[in-house]
């Protein structure tokens, strides 16, 4: 009548590894610009063997270069176009693989390559970042510029009208106060009555 039941074991989780990143980034000449990795993983953090990579592919035909490598420490490039060009800007607990490439030239133009391991977690996708460097920003970049200046000023004239409206306030009634307590309080004659 009753047959065996079977057990079911649920299986881990294994989504593998996914790194995200934002796709177009758009840098000045001779700027410093940040290019921003972040991860996910299904296996928890092991500082000891998680390893972050960063190379380059140039946008004419050449050989990827390495950029940056993380292991238990940064390892920045020794030689090639990036060195002393990068700095670690990640936190691999906050799950953050960003660096920041220092004084950006065109030749810096192409796409840039981040990848995580966290053993087990070694399948997966990798980010790519496409970097432009231009000479001057772009019209965008300088209008929201120039509105969060134009922002920040008018925040900051609105607040001080705002309190010296309070404190003119504060010594009229002041004023008014002092006033009443000095004058003699007169009586008043009823009009209607003689």
């Known amino acids: 009548?009753?047959?065996?039941?079977p057990i079911v074991i649920p299986l881990k989780d294994s989504n593998g590894m996914r790194v995200?990143?934002?796709g177009d980034v758009?840098?000045?000449n001779g700027t410093d610009v940040r290019l921003k990795c972040t991860f996910q993983t299904s296996a928890p953090i092991n500082a000891n063997s998680l390893?972050?990579?960063w190379s380059f592919r140039p946008?004419?035909?050449g050989r990827e270069e390495s950029v940056f490598h993380y292991q238990q420490r940064p390892y920045p490039p020794v030689e090639g176009i990036f060195r002393k060009r990068v700095a670690w800007a990640g936190d691999i607990m906050g799950r953050d693989a960003s660096i920041i490439i220092r004084q950006v030239k065109f030749t810096y133009n192409g796409t840039y390559i981040c990848q995580v391991k966290n053993p087990p977690d070694v399948h997966g996708t990798v980010g790519e970042i496409r970097l432009r460097v231009v000479t001057t920003a772009s019209f965008s970049e300088l209008l929201m510029l120039a509105l969060a200046i134009g922002g920040g000023i008018t925040a900051v004239v609105i607040l001080l009208v705002i309190i010296v409206s309070c404190r003119r306030c504060k010594k009229r009634r002041q004023?008014?106060?002092e006033g009443n307590e000095e004058a003699p309080c007169k009586e008043r004659k009823d009009p209607t009555a003689w």
């Open 26 to 28: 758009e840098a000045v």
């Open 59 to 61: 946008l004419v035909p």
């Open 51 to 53: 390893t972050i990579s």
């Open 20 to 22: 995200y990143t934002s």
């Open 1 to 5: 009548m009753y047959g065996p039941v």
């Open 175 to 177: 004023r008014q106060l």
